[in-house]
């Protein structure tokens, strides 16, 4: 007889289907030096990169993904990771990522796509090794602030942001148009969101606020999962 665990592994090829759990792809990536903040008169890619690099500084963020169909809420650190998953039909993943320790609460909707083989309204625990946990923590992007070598895209300087001083809009060139939206109006240059040709958005805030993640209450967990 299987345990719990191991039937709710057998379930992620579903949920990977359903795109609740299709957790989006990174880049590889090196360190780079910050230069003067006249944006639109540097090369595209290194803004890019000391961007990225200053956003890793930080050690924390607020990021907000809003795509077609599903959105994501999360305040992420290199070690710890919280906030929520939704898609539009199928329901909502609570996450919380300490370490190598997850924690994860499906809402009715997200519970009962998957046959209600996660129990819903309720926190589940395993290590981020496990394959519901891996792929749920695959949103946080946690390598992004210890990652030190990034691929840089084909970009193209595109204008300041509008009412914004010390500011750019970088476009890439290959493949399907992605602009990238960065100001340095506080010293160094910052990525403060993205924008994909598919509509997905993504919005970094609150660098440098501590995540202070913390494992739920235990009246709030699962038991014998």
Request: proline residues 7%; positive net charge.
């Amino acid at each position: 007889m299987t345990s719990p665990k191991t039937r709710t592994a057998l379930v992620l090829a579903g949920l990977a289907t359903t795109g609740l759990l299709t957790a989006c792809t990174s880049n590889s990536a090196t360190t780079y030096t910050t230069r003067p903040t006249n944006l639109t008169a540097q090369d595209p890619a290194d803004v890019y990169v000391q961007a990225l690099t200053a956003n890793a500084d930080a050690g924390s963020m607020r990021q907000r993904v809003d795509g077609p169909g599903r959105h994501s809420d999360l305040r992420l650190s290199a070690t710890e990771c919280a906030g929520t998953i939704t898609h539009d039909r199928e329901g909502q993943f609570d996450i919380t990522v300490i370490g190598t320790q997850a924690w994860a609460r499906a809402d009715t909707r997200a519970a009962a796509s998957v046959g209600h083989r996660v129990p819903a309204n309720r926190w589940i625990h395993a290590k981020t090794t496990h394959p519901l946990m891996r792929t749920l923590a695959g949103y946080c992007h946690r390598e992004q602030f210890t990652n030190t070598v990034r691929l840089t895209p084909d970009l193209e300087q595109g204008p300041a942001i509008a009412g914004t001083p010390d500011s750019a809009v970088l476009i890439s060139r290959d493949g399907p148009t992605t602009r990238y939206y960065i100001t340095a109006t506080s010293g160094r240059p910052r990525l403060l969101s993205t924008r994909s040709a598919d509509g997905e958005t993504t919005r970094n805030s609150d660098l440098g606020t501590p995540v202070n993640a913390r494992p739920p209450h235990a009246a709030d967990r699962a038991p014998r999962w």
